[in-house]
């Protein structure tokens, strides 16, 4: 029991700066202005919520920098198509362009992604569970009890994994891309990534932390980003974003000293749900209550003046 608990709790080391633990998520840097960057930062963890600003996250931007991404692919593929019925000799260089793609094609690594979140049920009920990171008073990234477990034992493992260790000296360089997987460094920890956007002078990288739900920029360094070893790719992710049922979505023009109090609100342990709907791409709508006490009634109230 003494070591099941030892694995399910991050190493001692990871818990100076700050503890890996709900009451102190990782928290979500405000980066210097960048000519491409599209996101700006929500904050958001206990350990931060004195110091909010009015920078107010639309973390739904990620959602349409992806989709970008996706209609970019899809325009590319496009444009290199070409009609069956062509020229011979059209066909020949095609043929030859084909085999050396293939030739390349063999030497480069698959790309595999990590597998999504179960979703949610309409009617579920949830005890115990966690808020990994509130985007907004209206949007949150939920953890069930079983997830806010298994997101301590990545950080335990990737914690000491031979690839992820301060001197290591990778035999081929990360190489970062939009939409690519790789382990992030942040806050004395590793952590599964996303990559959202690059610099346009290749020193930065926006990030979503998948396990946990933030966006942070990080600096093109083996230092802070590598590429994420092959065996955490097998976990799913450790959390599922949802919108509080009820909540105004229109956070623009809240007060600092209001979103901070939403935040306090949206910053304990465990958490009763009920799971009013779920979608697969916009997330489960959800009703959060703690002692009894209904926190989407509770969070209208402190913004309706101001949406």
Request: proline share 7%.
């Amino acid at each position: 029991s003494q070591q099941i608990d030892d694995q399910l709790a991050p190493p001692a080391f990871l818990t100076t700066m700050p503890p890996a633990d709900i009451s102190t998520r990782p928290t979500a840097i405000i980066a210097q202005a960048d000519p491409t960057r599209s996101i700006s930062t929500y904050l958001l963890s206990n350990s931060s919520t004195k110091k909010v600003n009015n920078k107010i996250i639309d973390d739904f931007q990620i959602n349409s920098i992806l989709k970008s991404n996706q209609q970019s692919t899809t325009s590319f593929l496009k444009q290199t198509s070409s009609s069956a019925f062509q020229p011979i000799h059209s066909i020949q260089n095609l043929s030859s362009n084909i085999i050396n793609r293939q030739k390349k094609i063999k030497s480069q690594p698959i790309l595999i992604d990590i597998p999504k979140h179960k979703a949610l049920e309409r009617g579920q009920k949830l005890t115990k569970v966690h808020i990994s990171h509130p985007q907004s008073p209206s949007i949150v990234n939920l953890m069930l009890h079983e997830d806010f477990n298994r997101a301590c034992c990545l950080l335990h493992t990737m914690s000491i994994h031979p690839e992820l260790q301060t001197d290591y000296i990778p035999s081929h360089p990360f190489k970062p891309a939009i939409n690519k997987i790789c382990a992030c460094f942040h806050e004395g920890r590793w952590f599964r990534c996303r990559i959202l956007q690059i610099s346009e002078d290749l020193s930065t990288a926006t990030v979503i932390y998948l396990d946990w739900g933030m966006v942070i920029p990080v600096q093109i360094t083996p230092t802070y980003i590598r590429r994420l070893p092959n065996e955490f790719y097998m976990e799913s992710i450790c959390s599922i974003m949802c919108h509080l049922d009820g909540v105004s979505n229109s956070n623009d023009l809240i007060p600092s000293s209001i979103i901070a109090q939403c935040i306090n609100l949206l910053s304990e342990n465990e958490y009763d749900v009920i799971v009013n709907d779920y979608h697969s791409v916009t997330g489960g709508k959800i009703i959060l209550s703690y002692n009894g006490q209904i926190i989407n009634d509770q969070i209208q109230k402190l913004i309706i003046p101001y949406v």
